[in-house]
């Protein structure tokens, strides 16, 4: 069964500072989903990496896929409140469908 | 673009009744899934249906049934509700497999049983 762990939960941060929000998974899979939510909102999707080695850039965050690691990361540079929102990944399970399995979310708060 | 809708937005329910979900895309896709989201669990899949005449369970199934009605619409039904499934729904559609695109969600559904 695939399970997928996002760390931290929560994330608390200043303005202007960079860090890193990690996406780990269990089994194999080399399609991976960065989706934002915002408080009382629907989904939005950030990335969708589909193979090893993948990074995809917009504005200041970065997603990168290490598909033999079984790990993505979420980079965020120069971080500005409007990046305050919860953080998804979502693994594809299996190839009929794109039967997602989510990450628990990272909910980031970002101080001015 | 309507993209992905859901109807209703809110709902209260009390224990042992009843209600339907609606969801419907008007992008032409061929899946569509119905996905619950609980405090400090993400998203969970309640059942999905890859392409028009086709459902299978997630994994939450239970007290839940799904109908797809056509390729546009896909409805998810609580048939006795319980407290248990107080909770956000979202409902996505997408493209076919394999092409990597990805899930487009509705609004969501917030739903409390009493």
């Known amino acids: 069964e695939l399970k997928v762990e996002q760390n931290p939960l929560f994330l608390s941060m200043q303005e202007g500072k960079n860090y890193t929000i990690y996406c780990n998974y269990s089994?194999?899979?080399?399609?991976l989903y960065w989706y934002r939510q915002d408080p009382g909102k629907s989904l939005e999707s950030l990335f969708v990496?589909?193979?090893?080695?993948a990074v995809k850039q917009e504005g200041r965050l970065m997603a990168s896929l290490d598909t033999k690691a079984r790990l993505s990361t979420l980079h965020i540079t120069a971080a500005v409140h409007d990046l305050s929102a919860t953080y998804f990944c979502?693994?594809?399970?299996?190839?009929?469908?794109?039967?997602?399995?989510f990450g628990q979310g990272t909910r980031l708060t970002i101080n001015p | 673009n309507a993209g992905v809708t859901q109807t209703p937005k809110f709902q209260v329910l009390k224990t042992g009744q009843s209600m339907t979900l609606q969801c419907a895309q008007d992008?032409?896709?061929?899946?569509m899934y119905w996905y619950r989201q609980d405090p400090g669990m993400g998203l969970r899949l309640i059942y999905y249906s890859a392409s028009e005449g086709t459902t299978d369970k997630g994994e939450v199934p239970n007290g839940y049934n799904v109908s797809r009605l056509n390729k546009r619409e896909f409805s998810l039904r609580l048939e006795s509700a319980a407290p248990s499934q107080t909770s956000v729904y979202f409902c996505?559609?997408?493209?076919?497999?394999?092409?990597?695109?990805?899930?487009?969600f509705g609004s969501g559904t917030q739903l409390s049983v009493l």
């Open positions: 990496l589909l193979s090893n080695g």
């Open positions: 979502a693994v594809v399970a299996f190839q009929g469908a794109q039967k997602l399995v």
């Open positions: 992008m032409n896709h061929n899946s």
């Open positions: 089994t194999t899979s080399d399609r």
């Open positions: 996505a559609s997408s493209v076919p497999p394999g092409r990597g695109e990805k899930l487009f």
